[in-house]
T-cell receptor, first 110, second 113 residues
Framework: GQNIDQPTEMTATEGAIVQINCTYQ??????LFWYQQHAGEAPTFLSY????GLEEKGRFSSFLSRSKGYSYLLLKELQMKDSASYLC???????????FGTGTRLTVIP | GAGVSQSPRYKVAKRGQDVALRCDPI?????LFWYQQALGQGPEFLTY????????KSGLPSDRFFAERPEGSVSTLKIQRTQQEDSAVYLC???????????FGDGTRLSIL
């Protein structure tokens, strides 16, 4: 299988910034996706990185370092509605599906 | 337009029964995926269709699992002779193609008693 590691749980304060890390070890790495999943709901697409560097999209940014096998998702100006699981997923050459980590459950507190 | 639609939303079955789960992808999406998600885990790949062709079924856990997409649109995942370990959320996703964002349905929560 693929070794995709994320912290299991994180807690952060409303209005703050939080960084969720993801490390991976996989042959044939192609790109990395971040998804948000509220309990009982569908995962929703947040970002996609294929090249090294930072991709910014509103309050959310995602970073990738291919040489280090490392990515992070940065959430700014946290809101209560950001409490959810954040899933890191990689794609590989020769495969069409996503390979997911176990997800990081983020709790935003007042 | 409408997103990915899955039905039923919840399914309870007795061990040994057969179940069928339906996925209606986003119109025009060529690629369709089925994933299985256990509680507190990330989704795990089951099978992949490109139009009506099932190109990858390497994730299906046993020959009790069968999926089809006969007209390249709606897909059905069938599980025969269900067992308790089949209890999970089954997610369907569709996309325009390779390395495009996959759009997920809300899933079917399957409970086997």
């Amino acid at each position: 299988g693929q070794n995709i590691d994320q912290p299991t749980e994180m807690t952060a304060t409303e209005g703050a910034i939080v960084q969720i890390n993801c490390t991976y070890q996989t042959s044939g790495f192609n790109g990395l996706f971040w998804y948000q999943q509220h309990a009982g709901e569908a995962p929703t697409f947040l970002s996609y990185n294929v090249l090294d560097g930072l991709e910014e999209k509103g309050r959310f940014s995602s970073f990738l370092s291919r040489s280090k096998g490392y990515s992070y998702l940065l959430l700014k100006e946290l809101q209560m509605k950001d409490s959810a699981s954040y899933l890191c997923a990689v794609t590989k050459t020769g495969a069409n599906n996503l390979f997911f980590g176990t997800g990081t459950r983020l709790t935003v507190i007042p | 337009g409408a997103g990915v639609s899955q039905s039923p939303r919840y399914k309870v079955a007795k061990r040994g029964q057969d179940v069928a789960l339906r996925c209606d992808p986003i119109s025009g999406h060529v690629s369709l995926f089925w994933y299985q998600q256990a509680l507190g885990q990330g989704p795990e790949f089951l099978t992949y269709f490109q139009n009506e062709a099932q190109l990858d079924k390497s994730g299906l856990p046993s020959d009790r699992f069968f999926a089809e997409r006969p007209e390249g649109s709606v897909s059905t995942l069938k599980i025969q002779r269900t067992q308790q370990e089949d209890s999970a959320v089954y997610l369907c996703a569709s996309s325009y193609g390779q390395n495009q964002p996959q759009h997920f349905g809300d899933g079917t929560r399957l409970s086997i008693l």
